[in-house]
């Protein structure tokens, strides 16, 4: 069945469409308290599923997604307030988190972009997935740049973020590292927006060196991707 209504083409749709379902979704993180349900992973599925069963075009949605879209941005840039607070902590620690993002920087590359290409990816494939660590506006704006599919782009770094939030702490632990500042470094080169948030949830000191490591590797990878690509590909 296809919906047929002028609430669909305006940006009052996907606008409550995503407020109601994200508060949902909050609703029930709050209440069990399990990274399983992390409210962003839960909230795209949810959203996608509704599309789906009722029929409704992406474009429609997309018509006030875009002003969500939007506010990345300020989002992002609202990270520095925790950051001007932690900055004694943080510059303590300039030297092994600059060489933790650009080491992170590289890693990430090379192993999507690597799997991608021993997989038999094309090379829009190979470029679309280099940028998959760096949050969202800074990834589409390097993948057009060198040339990859900004769709795909977009969507790996969404799922990225997710799994990071869901896993990187955990996973963090798992093989030994306890510093809170460190954890959050990992998390916040692979996983920016999303695993910060999780990170700003666990640790006042953790959360904010995740939120720098956010625009270190965009600005790492902006300057390192197009570089690489032209001497190895």
Request: glycine fraction near 12%; charged fraction near 10%; aromatic fraction near 8%.
């Amino acid at each position: 069945m296809t919906m047929g209504s002028d609430l669909l083409n305006t940006p009052l749709f996907g606008i409550g469409l995503t407020l109601v379902i994200f508060e949902l979704a909050q609703r029930i993180y709050r209440k069990t308290g399990s990274i399983w349900f992390n409210p962003v992973a839960w909230s795209i599925g949810l959203i996608i599923t509704l599309l789906m069963v009722g029929d409704i075009p992406y474009d429609a949605y997309a018509v006030g997604g875009k002003y969500i879209l939007f506010l990345l941005g300020p989002t992002v840039v609202a990270l520095a307030v925790p950051l001007y607070q932690r900055r004694t902590e943080i510059l303590a620690r300039k030297k092994p988190i600059l060489i933790g993002v650009v080491v992170g920087a590289v890693v990430s590359i090379v192993s999507a972009s690597g799997t991608a290409w021993l997989l038999g990816g094309s090379k829009n494939v190979v470029l679309s997935l280099a940028p998959k660590s760096v949050t969202t506006p800074i990834a589409i704006g390097i993948t057009e740049q060198i040339g990859g599919i900004v769709e795909l782009t977009a969507a790996l770094v969404v799922m990225s973020g997710c799994l990071g939030a869901i896993c990187g702490p955990e996973f963090c632990r798992l093989i030994g590292i306890k510093n809170n500042a460190a954890v959050g470094l990992a998390v916040g080169t692979a996983a920016h927006g999303i695993g910060t948030a999780r990170m700003l949830e666990i640790d006042r000191l953790g959360g904010p060196v995740a939120g720098l490591a956010i625009g270190l590797n965009g600005m790492v990878t902006a300057f390192l991707l197009p570089l690489m690509f032209i001497l190895f590909w």
